[in-house]
């Protein structure tokens, strides 16, 4: 058995900006060397999220639209009132989501659909500078 972790940096562009990082993460759990296990993957920010999709315009698309229906930005954010930075809906967004992936792999790759990619997220209101950890757990 054996832990590797690694980090890379994403560049994104806020407001719902998604971002496929699958190639990433693959190389992740190539160079921690291991043949099998479960590679965990998280996003250090509490305005972001990771989920899996078939990473094309239309879905893209889609997920945007129902993410605006289901938390809209401009609804009333007790955090708006507190914080002031405004992202209260960024936050909500992304306890929804959520900040982490677990994912198998076996024989070095990733055991995810030829259709499904990894996604991240920034829900925030302005461009930032997502580090995303992926920790490798395997043998
Ligand atoms: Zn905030």
Request: glycine share 10%.
């Amino acid at each position: 058995m054996g832990v590797y972790t690694e980090s890379f940096q994403v560049k994104t562009k806020g407001f719902c900006d998604a971002v496929d990082i699958t190639e990433q993460v693959q190389k992740a759990v190539f160079n921690s060397g291991l043949n099998q296990g479960i590679a965990l993957v998280f996003i250090a920010g509490s305005t972001a999220g990771l989920t899996t999709i078939e990473y094309e315009s239309g879905a893209i698309s889609d997920l945007k639209r129902t993410i605006e229906e289901l938390v809209p930005q401009n609804r009333e954010y007790q955090h708006n009132y507190r914080w002031g930075d405004g992202n209260g809906f960024s936050h909500i967004r992304s306890a929804l989501i959520q900040t982490d992936l677990s994912l198998p792999f076996s024989g070095g790759k990733l055991l995810i659909g030829t259709w499904q990619q990894i996604v991240l997220l920034d829900f925030d209101n302005r461009s930032r500078n997502r580090k995303v950890i992926v920790q490798i757990i395997g043998e």
